[in-house]
């Protein structure tokens, strides 16, 4: 990943972050419960829910699509498997945790997608199938501090990950092991000594 794409990350983070915050705080501001907005169009009948709508309509705006936060998930899933192969399984752990939490995260984005043919593909479903199978057969290995069985279990995830990805219409995006690091602030020396 290069420089820029990781400030283009970081900015598209900070910037859902600032528009979570000024929701919450509109939220929080509001005498009339969102669901009764919902229902009747309006708080009071001063304009609110055109605004409200508004609101809702730029964070629809500007909330990142399925593909950035997949880059999420290959960044932790990178991290995962180079914390193995330095012996650094809590780093391990903790990688492995934010590849899950990412894929999810993918999916709150866009539980159902439309496949070439127009066709729903339930993302939440295969991603329920996988979090039940191969996820946890990964996490048992890391758990284990198995390096052997752990290069069988991301093996066995990528090629999830890749069902999931011809399902979804992308079969030309194709993970494989990783050749290289992409990210270098973070030591992953389980036998560092600075910064103390």
């Known amino acids: 990943m290069t420089t820029t794409n990781v400030l283009k990350s970081l900015l598209l983070l900070s910037c859902g972050a600032i528009a979570g915050g000024f929701l919450a705080t509109q939220v929080a501001h ?3 419960p969102l669901a009764v907005v919902a229902q009747t169009g309006s708080r009071t009948g ?12 730029h964070l629809k705006d500007i909330v990142p699509g399925q593909s950035h936060a997949m880059i999420d998930v290959g960044y932790h899933m ?3 498997w180079f914390a ?3 012996g650094n ?13 990412r894929i999810r995260w993918t999916i709150r984005i866009n ?22 199978s191969s996820m946890p ?3 048992r290995a890391v758990e284990k501090k198995d390096s052997a069985a752990f290069v069988v279990a ?16 992308k079969p030309y995006l194709r993970p494989m092991i990783p050749t290289a690091r992409l990210q270098t602030i973070i030591n992953d020396d389980p036998n560092a000594k600075w910064p103390e």
């Not at 993302?123 to 039940?132: E, S, T, V, Y």
């Not at 991301?154 to 011809?166: D, I, N, P």
Request: hydrophobic share 35%; glycine share 6%.
């Open 84 to 86: 193995v192969q330095k």
């Open 111 to 132: 539980p159902v997608r439309k496949d070439a043919d127009g066709k729903d593909v339930d993302l939440k479903g295969i991603f329920d199938g996988i979090d039940q």
């Open 78 to 80: 990178v991290n995962l």
């Open 30 to 32: 509001r005498s009339t």
């Open 89 to 101: 399984w809590p780093f391990a752990a903790f990688e492995l945790d934010e590849t899950r939490n």
């Open 137 to 139: 057969i990964l996490k």
């Open 46 to 57: 001063d304009g609110d829910s055109t605004k409200l709508l508004a609101d809702v309509a």
């Open 154 to 169: 991301y093996k066995q995830m990528l090629e999830s990950c890749y069902a999931c990805h011809k399902a979804s219409g």
